[in-house]
């Protein structure tokens, strides 16, 4: 979307329905993540655990999303970068999780794995549905949209997995999937941290030539 100041400008989160849009996916987030962490443990999936994580992250970051709403472009591009390492850091602890499983492969509850999987798809398509017209704005809130994109992404993993874990009766798909999901945080993060990053350079270099 287009700021208020000229068609380059980036949508900034400030407008209150793209906050109480906000408000709404944070709460849809926090519930799922108790829900699938449970559903995860009980069916000792490791998808379903690092989907569940994910919706932690989500959930935490969105509301610091809120709180800079606004806010100066220092202080924005800072949470957005902590967006970032936040989802590097989730993106390196599933991983290195997923390759100790490797090592001790349990098969998990594929009918659980389904059923919660679904929900949380579920889930998560509401998620992009509300937040979809303002995918387009700055890091800031474009690390919103980047989240419930990956969800929603994840989601459908899950229940990709969910299917080979029944079909082969072994944990593999399980932990293929997990190490998909890792790669597609880190992923995310570089996109963020890049995006931030550059936004504070040109940030700067204005400040300089009005100085």
């Known amino acids: 979307?287009?700021?208020c100041c000229g068609h380059d400008a980036k949508f900034d989160g400030v407008s209150d329905d793209y906050k109480r849009r906000l408000w709404i996916v944070i709460a849809l987030n926090a519930t799922m993540f108790a829900v699938e962490m449970a559903a995860g443990h009980y069916a000792k999936s490791q998808a379903l655990q690092a989907d569940a994580l994910d919706f932690l992250g989500d959930a935490l970051t969105y509301g610091i999303s809120l709180a800079v709403?606004?806010?100066s472009v220092r202080a924005r591009t800072n949470a957005a970068l902590a967006?970032?390492?936040s989802l590097l850091l989730m993106g390196l602890w599933v991983f290195g999780s997923t390759v100790?499983?490797?090592f001790y492969v349990g098969v998990p509850e594929a009918e659980?794995?389904?059923?919660v999987g679904f929900f949380a798809l579920l889930t998560n398509l509401a998620?992009?549905?509300l937040l979809v017209r303002y995918k387009d704005g700055d890091a800031n809130v474009r690390s919103v949209w980047l989240c419930s994109r990956n969800d929603a992404i994840g989601n459908i993993a899950v229940m990709f997995a969910a299917l080979g874990v029944w079909g082969t009766a072994t944990g593999w798909p399980d932990l293929i999937v997990a190490a998909?999901?890792?790669s597609l945080f880190l992923s995310s993060a570089f996109q963020i941290v890049r995006q931030a990053l550059s936004e504070r350079r040109e940030s700067e270099s204005h400040?300089?030539?009005?100085?």
Not at 112 to 115: D, E, N, R
Not at 207 to 211: D, G, N, Q
């Open 83 to 85: 967006k970032g390492v």
């Open 1 to 3: 979307m287009s700021g």
């Open 100 to 102: 100790y499983r490797v």
């Open 127 to 129: 998620s992009v549905l």
């Open 112 to 115: 659980i794995m389904g059923v």
């Open 69 to 71: 709403i606004g806010a």
């Open 207 to 211: 400040r300089h030539v009005e100085v």
């Open 180 to 182: 998909i999901m890792a």
